[in-house]
């Protein structure tokens, strides 16, 4: 499986932009670049999730390098809600759904009030 | 969007007995089921990828005889811990997909504590 590397943590304050960056050096031209959370306690949640060009939707903007071998989540708007690990994910699309999801240790986002 | 529901949401049992824990996706025929473990402070690891009327694909490391997983119908996949320990104790999320969309539906996964 292709590999991501995330920070471990990073921190936040309320109402302003967050930047989480992702770097998939191995990436390869069948893997869509996926964002999932975890908050406390709950199973994750999808983000969005993109292969080449930048995606928006209404939780956050992905934007991806030109030679994809980086990514980064944009969450616009910080609230205390988006506390949560926040992992992403290279998954192939040959398999479609049936494609597992192999979860990396993921980024530990904070927000402070 | 597609809800994925599991129960019992939390369970404590003794050990020596066995577990069976639910999922089920509530508004759409799930082709895929997966099966995850999270040990607290840890990431998911799966344990195992179901499809619908076949036998669960296991990774490796994931004892088939003692995490039993079912998936009867598009809607419903069990797992039961056979012989509990307390090793076991852990947060157990499913999520279910459809093969012709990207995104799996997480559950909201099941505590199992076992004493």
């Known amino acids: 499986d292709a590999k991501t590397t995330q920070p471990n943590s990073m921190e936040s304050n309320e109402e302003e932009p967050v930047h989480l960056p992702c770097n998939h050096s191995?990436?390869?031209?069948?893997?869509?670049i996926h964002w999932y959370r975890q908050l406390p306690s709950q199973g994750p949640e999808y983000v969005i999730h993109g292969l080449t060009s930048n995606v928006n939707n209404r939780m956050a903007s992905l934007a991806i390098a030109e030679d994809r071998k980086s990514s980064t989540l944009i969450l616009h708007r910080a609230t205390l809600r988006d506390a949560a690990v926040y992992y992403c994910i290279l998954r192939s699309r040959s398999q479609g759904g049936s494609e597992k999801l192999v979860f990396g240790k993921g980024t530990k986002l904070t927000v402070n009030p | 969007g597609a809800v994925v529901s599991q129960h019992p949401s939390r369970v404590i049992c003794k050990s020596g007995t066995s577990v069976k824990i639910e999922c089920r996706s509530l508004?759409?025929?799930?082709?895929?089921m997966f099966w995850y473990r999270q040990f607290p402070k840890q990431s998911l690891m799966l344990m195992a990828t179901?499809?619908?009327?076949?036998?669960?694909?296991?990774e490796q490391g994931v004892e088939k005889d003692k995490f039993l997983i079912n998936h009867a119908s598009l809607t419903l996949s069990t797992l039961t811990v056979t012989s509990a320990h307390p090793e076991d104790s852990s947060f157990y999320i499913c999520?279910?997909?459809?093969?012709?969309?990207?995104?799996?539906?997480f559950g909201p996964g099941t505590r199992l504590l076992v004493l």
């Open positions: 191995t990436i390869s031209g069948t893997d869509y």
């Open positions: 508004d759409f025929q799930a082709t895929t």
């Open positions: 179901s499809n619908e009327g076949s036998k669960a694909t296991y």
């Open positions: 999520s279910a997909s459809i093969w012709t969309t990207e995104t799996q539906y």
